[in-house]
């Protein structure tokens, strides 16, 4: 019998919408497809209606190495669509192009006498809930942990870290034609936005620049009223620690022209990370999160996978049958190399 088309199975699971909260459907599809292979399967309950899976051969010795990527996707859903060669859709490569790809890579290894399981989590477009409930939770007896996400095929030597954090502003309301009788938390806001945009940020030799981004503005009741309440979100792609971070931060809230007018609170963090590729493998750093650092205690990471992260969440993902198939490639020897072969 011959092996079907990896381009029918993704654009299945693809079909299937799996936005961060509601991959249950989708979870449930995929432990379907990994029970028919041969593996027992786990979904142990991270939060109401979402499981993290968990897949061990139902024979054999204990993998040698996990398969691990995260289940949701960011919203919205987008139906497959075939155009040639590519396949397009929310998730073709952020993530589920893949794990079609370490399927088909994990049924080459069975061949060849190498166990493998597979760890899918929930919550990494969000929260890192699933990875992080993992680590707390499994033992996976130390073995390698195999993570998909897009790469371009390459393994990723280090990763910067990440910090989420939110600007709180307070003001008084009042008639916006009499200054002297209010005061305005989105001008507190928009002043505190600025220096932190303004200041000179550390970069690295091998992480690049750190970078932020003003995700979310929100406040004030109407154009003609001083704003009694502001806040937003920021996202720094970090090249030095979290805590070095907020250290300068808060010196820059600290400053006596916000007056404690602007608090700032932690969404969340991690710092970079520095990962251990091994040699004959094509490397790159990159500048997105992963669960990398959330299921290191688990076991040591290699992060590789096919697809292109520029144009994920975006209405051109898509991942090709030459990404496809270099990928599971790619699964195959590095699984080998988990393995000591």
């Known amino acids: 019998m011959s092996e079907p088309d990896p381009f029918d199975l993704l654009s299945e699971l693809v079909a299937i919408p799996s ?37 061990r051969p139902a024979e054999g010795p204990p993998p040698a190495l996990y398969f691990s990527t995260h289940l949701d996707v960011v919203p919205p859903h987008i139906d497959p ?4 060669d590519a396949l397009y859709g929310r998730g073709t490569a952020d993530t589920k192009g893949p794990l079609v790809a370490m399927l088909a890579a ?19 477009e969000v929260d890192h809930v699933g990875a992080i409930h993992a680590a707390k939770t499994l033992d996976l007896g130390g073995a390698r942990i195999l993570l998909g996400e897009p790469t371009h095929c390459r393994v990723v030597k280090a990763q910067k870290g990440l ?37 000179p940020w550390p970069d690295d030799p091998q992480l690049g620049e750190t970078t932020l981004n003003v995700g979310l503005i929100e406040g004030g009741v109407a154009a003609n009223v001083f704003a009694p309440a502001a806040s937003a979100v920021v996202l720094f792609r970090l090249c030095a620690s979290v805590d070095a971070t907020l250290t300068r931060i808060d010196a820059i809230l600290a400053e006596d022209r916000f007056a404690g007018a602007v608090a700032r609170e932690v969404i969340s963090s991690n710092d970079p990370q520095v990962l251990d590729p091994p040699p004959g493998f094509e490397t790159c750093v990159i500048p997105f999160n992963s669960d990398a650092s959330y299921l290191a205690p688990l076991g040591p990471v290699w992060l590789c996978g096919p697809g292109a ?18 990928g599971v490639e790619t699964y195959v020897a590095l699984g080998r190399a988990a393995a000591g072969r």
């Open 19 to 55: 936005e961060t909260g509601d991959e249950g459907p989708y979870t449930q599809r995929v432990a379907e497809l990994l029970a028919g292979d041969g593996y027992t399967v786990e979904l142990p309950e991270v939060a109401p209606g979402r499981p993290n899976l968990l897949a």
């Open 81 to 84: 669509r075939l155009e040639g």
């Open 106 to 124: 994990a049924r080459v290894l069975r061949d060849e006498g190498i166990s493998a399981g597979f760890l899918l989590v929930i919550g990494e």
């Open 163 to 199: 910090l989420k954090l939110r600007l709180v502003a307070g003001g008084e309301a009042g008639h916006s034609a009499f200054p002297e009788q209010g005061v305005s938390a989105v001008h507190h806001l928009l002043d505190a936005l600025e220096a932190i945009r303004r200041e």
């Open 309 to 326: 992260i520029e144009i994920a969440h975006s209405v051109r993902e898509h991942i090709t049958r030459e990404q496809l198939a270099r």
